[in-house]
């Protein structure tokens, strides 16, 4: 008898993977936490029932939100963190020279199954740049007196609880704790699968920025698997360094294409 | 009891959709073809247990394909395509001011899968530029008189009978039959679950062509949903011609981008 664990897409589509045994299985106090293990994949974390992240593809992900928010910026000191509990996110980050990390998780039971099962993401936690807060990532913000570089927000999808970070209220409370030419960058979810989230997630961000531009990369493990990142600022928003660090997806053509796919570019016209 | 359809991508991992009832099932003198209808994808074909295509996303296959090729091409008035018996590429393909279209595909089964389920691609049927040979492609490209402009490939993958497809012997026939300037294209499958198929099809290409030429695109029903397609000439491959077809993936900004993934120009190099 093989046990498979997967994810529905929608209604009528799925796409699962065959593990030997669950290694983590938890209702934590916001959502249902699993782990397994799958050998094309390796390790995989899924956060009630749709999948959040795979040793095997996290680096295009994570990567891609990471670097074209930094790249973007001069001299990137001060970054802040909202979700990303995996540590993966956070990983990327510090590949650049700051100063300063801040990562904000609302879920600690997130945190502790990265820091047991996912040491490849996990590492970045022994970093002593990187402090974690459990808490509530848009109350975080709102209290914020700091200012950051760059916000990054490695959010589950705007249905749910994670709704909140993809309102006009949120980026405008991220507007004011961001340092001159700073940039806010999110995840918004698949514009093949669900263009409604990309199109909210780049609407409300016009509303209260300049600039914002839209960046895809392809997660095999996400519905529709073509998946958007947004990017605000009141500034320009391109290529301010060489690219130095070591990536396996992003480099410097990516950043620099400016290109989506026609049916992306309606979306968010 | 519902009912299910899927590809095992590779031995634990499913991509599989809901489905009312099998629209068509046969075994052919080459292969098992399937055609499901899913409410999500739209009519859905599969060829030996593999998604070959769905209504909802073989656009991005399709163009990908056709556009690059013969944008990069002054005036196509020639083309040849081996495979692809729906009718999708060759919808393509008349987007273009061409002359003449001709079609090799080995399995009538496919065409006549498609005239009966799948208008919108078997359109091209009507045309009366096309003509339709239901016989081997290698064979027709060993013993063709004829000259083309571009020669496009959709085959299934380098396992089995297309084996013969990826080979340098087909792809030096193929130089033999196109005009100066000329260009072939591939499909050369998922550089992120089988890097292998694309070093393959690149490798062998590099020995028969001075250009060769790798882009990218997101198929979300296809293993690993990161694309590759292989493009030769004995000249630069560049767009030649400003975008004057309608189209839903394929634009200017992605032919003239030149990026793709790190780990994609890793496996190229």
Known sequence: ?????????????????????????KKSKYQMIDLIENKTYGKVLFIDNTFQLTERDEFIYHEMLAHIALFSIERPKKVLIIGGGDGGLARECLKHDIDDLKLVEIDEDVVNVSKKFLPSLSVSFNDSKMKIFIDDGAEFIKNSNEKFDAVLIDSTDPVGPAAVLFETEFYNNIKKILNNGGIVGTQSGSPFMFPEHLKKAYGNMRKIFNFVKVYTATIPTYPGAIWSFT???????????????????????????????????DIVQ
């Open 1 to 25: 008898m093989e046990n498979w664990f997967g994810e529905k897409q929608t209604d009528d589509v799925m796409l699962s993977m065959k593990y030997d045994r669950i290694l983590f299985h």
């Open 231 to 265: 990017f605000a600022s009141s500034n320009d928003i391109i290529r301010k360094r060489e690219v130095n660090v070591k990536t396996k997806y992003y480099n410097e053509k990516i950043h620099d294409c400016n290109c989506n796919p026609k049916f992306i570019d």
